[in-house]
Structure formats: C-alpha cells, structure tokens
C-alpha cells in the first residue's frame, strides 16, 4: 500500500489510511451547482444503492457530518412521532442510538446482551410478538466496540417475518461484509465515507427503501437531519439543500474507484481478512489474548485484553508504537480492561506486519514478558 510516507498508519475505527489516489482528489474546488459536481453527486448515490443490492427499490440520501449525523437524521426521519424502536444493543454504538432517540423523544424498548454475545433471536422473536406498539427494530450490523459481527440477517429475518422494519447501523461493516438488500431486508442502513469505503470523514449516508421515506414527511425533528427533505431536494435538482462537503466527495469517489477496481465488498472482505488473521495469529504468538472467539469476529477491528504483567503500561505502549509509525485504539470496553487495533483502511500484509514488528519490539523494551491478560 502507498501513501504519504510520513503519515502513521491509522490501525484504528476511523478516520482510517486513505491512499495517495483518494487524497490527490481533493486538490481542486468545486462549486456546488456545477454539472461536474452535481454528476459526481449522482454517481456516487446510485453506486452506493448498488453496493447495498438495493437497485430498483432503494435510494440513497447523504448528509454533511460525521456517522452519528446520519444515524440521528435516519431514525428521526424514518420514524414517526407516533412510532416506537426495539434497540438491539451489545455495545455503545447500539447505546448511543437510545440516547438519539431519548433526544427526538421517540418511545423504545431495548435489547441488550454483553459486549461478547450477540443479541438473543429469542427475545427479539419474543419482544415483537408480545407489543404490537413497536413500529422499527434498530441494530448494529459490526459493534465496532468490540469488533463483534452481530447476525444481522437473522436478525433482518425474524424483523420481517413479524412485520417491523429494520434500520441498521452498518457504520463500520459496509463496504466489508456482506449486505445485500434483496436477501437481508431492511429499511434503512446508514454509514460513511471513511470507514470500509476507505474515504476521507466528512459525510454519512442513508440508503433507504424508496416507499417507506415517501411516507415521512414531517417526521424529522431538526431541519438540518430532514433526510425526507433532503431527498426530495437532491432528487428535484441534484444539489444539496445546504453547503456540501466537495472534497470529501471528490475523495469518496475516488475511493468508489478504487473499490470496484478491488472487486468491491468480496474483494475488500478478502483483504481484511487476511490484514485481521495476520494480527490476531502475530499477537497470539505474543501471548495476546482477543476478547471475542474467532467465529464471533468481524474482520474489521479485534479487541485484546489488557495483558496482566505489571510492567504493561497502556499508554505508554500506545506511545511508543505512535513514535513508530502505528496508530492503535484505546477500548471501549465495560465489560474488561482492553484496547483495539483495526484491520481496516488501505492497508496490506506488509503493514500488519509492520504493525507486529513494532508491538514485539515494543513489549520487548518495556520488559513485558507476555501479553497474557
Ligand atoms: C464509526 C461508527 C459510527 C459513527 O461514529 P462517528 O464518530 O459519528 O463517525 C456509528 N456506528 C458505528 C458502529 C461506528 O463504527
């Protein structure tokens, strides 16, 4: 992988490595009623319904702002004042989609497993049977707390077969692991430019069953999170109501390029899996221990445990692998002391390796005998 060789490696949820092509992208301006920029705006949108399988019966709506923005505008739009969420939660991501919720004072019930364990199908069968008030179920398709793969189609299944709606936080999984629209039914998932797409942070986006936001007009609770609003202005003239991020733009489809040309998500999941098996297989061999069993993992970003010898210093350890050019992540854990390093972004074999040469060098010098928690 190339980049500009004095940036660090971000081993992290995002922002992430982005390559030479996507930053040489944003060398230019753009004024935001040219054709050039409002083609480009088109381009992206139906490339991204595309990815998401959702051609013919999905659209998407992007929105200025980090990944929360998105998600925040989508539940407020898609569900009605009148309406009530099941929140499938197994980390903060899932949490923070409460606390969006207690915001637009939309009435919800939760569901919530540990850190490790994905949600319990059972009580989600159970919980749609037994209220007949609960309108939407929210998940999240990777908690990129943990880096746990929660079964969203399962999930989507039971979602369906009751008659509730799906919206799925894909945030950190799109673009990476399979979602596809025609087998997995949903009415909205949200994500962003830099996460599995590999872009610069700057835009969220919706892709949202075209007949359920027909039907949402007047629901959102902010101006600026209107996604019905948004739509119907961007499908009138192709513009965005507000001053849009150009640049991020020019670097996403740049990105978009580059992500097709890798044979899209296979080709992508294909990359992060070996980038995540390296790393959990290099660390292991240092006595690391993950949070999650193997077939509970997403490639996208591996939890360890805080390892129990006393002469581990996290942040100490931390620096001394930013001062090598690695960018690792603090955790997000309640459930255990740990940190996180991420398999995501444009990076290769030779810098997870990298990666491991620096922590072995690095427990070496700080006297840490294993990283045995
Ligand atoms: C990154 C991420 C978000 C959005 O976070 P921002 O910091 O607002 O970009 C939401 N959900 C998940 C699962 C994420 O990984």
């Not at 929210?138 to 908690?143: H, K, M, R, S, T």
């Amino acid at each position: 992988m190339t980049t500009h060789s004095k940036d660090p490696w971000l081993l992290t949820p995002g922002p992430l490595t982005t390559s030479a092509l996507t930053k040489e992208a944003m060398l230019h301006d753009w004024g935001s009623r040219d054709a050039e920029f409002i083609e480009t705006n088109r381009r992206f949108r139906e490339r991204l319904v595309e990815i998401a399988g959702g051609k013919g019966t999905h659209v998407c709506v992007p929105l200025q702002g980090s990944g929360t923005f998105v998600v925040e505008a989508t539940l407020g739009t898609l569900i009605p004042k009148n309406g009530k969420a099941l929140v499938l939660i197994n980390g903060a991501y899932g949490q923070r989609m409460t606390k969006i919720l207690d915001y637009a004072g939309r009435p919800h019930d939760v569901l919530e497993t540990p850190e490790d364990t994905p949600p319990a199908l059972g009580d989600l069968e159970t919980a749609l049977k037994a209220d007949a008030a609960i309108t939407h179920v929210l998940a999240v398709y990777c908690e990129t707390t943990s880096g746990i793969a929660n079964p969203i189609e399962d999930i989507a299944r039971i979602t369906a077969d009751n008659g509730r709606a799906l919206i799925i936080d894909a945030m950190s999984a799109f673009g990476a692991l399979p979602l596809d629209a025609k087998k997995t039914p949903f009415d909205a998932m949200m994500a962003s430019s830099n996460k599995c797409l590999e872009g610069v942070p700057g835009m969220g986006f919706a892709i949202i069953r075209q007949s359920a936001l027909e039907t949402c007009q007047g629901n959102a609770h902010a101006l600026s999170l209107d996604l019905y609003d948004q739509w119907v202005a961007m499908e009138k003239n192709g513009q965005w109501r507000f001053t849009p991020p150009t640049h991020v733009i020019a670097a996403f489809d740049a990105a978009l390029n580059q992500f097709e040309a890798e044979g899209g998500t296979e080709g992508r999941h294909a990359r992060y899996s070996a980038n995540c098996k390296i790393l959990i297989t290099g660390m292991r061999a240092l006595g690391f221990e993950t949070l999650l069993p193997d077939d509970l993992q997403a490639p996208i970003i591996v939890t360890f445990k805080m390892p129990a010898d006393p002469a581990f210093e996290f942040q100490a350890f931390y620096d001394a692998l930013s001062a090598k050019g690695y960018v690792i992540y603090p955790g997000k854990l309640t459930v255990a002391p740990s940190f996180r390093i991420g398999c995501i972004g444009h990076l290769g074999e030779s810098e997870m390796n990298g990666a491991l040469d620096a922590i072995e060098a690095t427990v070496k010098t700080m006297g840490v005998t294993t990283g045995a928690p």
